[in-house]
């Protein structure tokens, strides 16, 4: 069964340092998002992703963040300068919509740990 | 987005029905019903989702009043391995994007 893949799955940085996200969506699926989960905290939406642009994005979502769809594969998210509060789970989802219809899969997650 | 609310735990003993409630009173006409669940710190996990009739898969079964106002999903036989925490998110029209809530803590007990 296709499913979506995320590397690394951990992830150290420094603060300040840049770091990239990689995601693998599934093949036939035109529609990417990133969410995050802080430990123990509830999974938050970052940013959608479709046609090559934003489809759309939350607050979180600041200049620190981007993402692309360097190939027709993978699908990232880079956060510039990191801080000690982005350490946090990030989970991609892919999804095909059809009629309203929206079911996201997601990946096993990067954990991103700030130093 | 609809806001939806959930018990925030509940029990199950294993092998019986586990049954999870959700209301969403605000739900909108073009607004679907989604049950994904998050097994520890593993990515959500989609479930089943439904407009207005029932709807069956092999994970569970989801059954929506029918003023839609609110839904139960059903796990016919919970195991150990369906203990999670479960959430119930209304999304639809132009907005693709999932808002997760606290959701339901759901422990299957041996």
């Known amino acids: 069964e296709p499913e979506v893949t995320q590397t690394p799955s951990h992830q150290v940085t420094q603060m300040g340092q840049e770091v990239i996200l990689r995601c693998v969506p599934i093949s036939n699926h035109l529609y990417f998002y990133w969410y995050r989960q802080i430990l123990g905290q509830k999974v938050e939406f970052l940013v959608s992703?479709?046609?090559?642009?934003?489809?759309?994005k939350s607050e979180i979502f600041d200049d620190q963040f981007s993402v692309e769809r360097p190939d027709g594969s993978n699908f990232t998210l880079k956060i510039r300068s990191t801080k000690l509060e982005d350490s946090a789970m990030y989970f991609c989802a892919s999804s095909v919509v059809r009629g309203g219809r929206n079911e996201q899969f997601f990946g096993p997650g990067t954990r991103l740990t700030v130093l | 987005d609809a806001k939806t609310t959930q018990p925030p735990s509940m029990d199950c003993a294993e092998g019986r029905a586990a049954n999870l409630p959700c209301n969403h009173s605000?739900?909108?006409?073009?607004?679907?019903v989604y049950w994904y669940r998050q097994i520890h710190s593993q990515g959500p996990q989609y479930i089943i989702h439904g407009l207005k009739n029932n709807e069956t898969n092999e994970m569970a079964s989801l059954i929506i009043t029918e003023d839609r106002k609110s839904s139960t999903l059903i796990l016919p036989h919970a195991t150990l391995r369906d203990t999670a925490v479960y959430y119930c998110i209304v999304s639809g029209g132009s907005n693709y994007k999932l808002t997760f809530g606290k959701g339901t803590l759901l422990t299957v007990n041996p």
């Open positions: 605000t739900i909108s006409g073009n607004e679907y």
């Open positions: 992703f479709y046609n090559n642009e934003i489809s759309e």
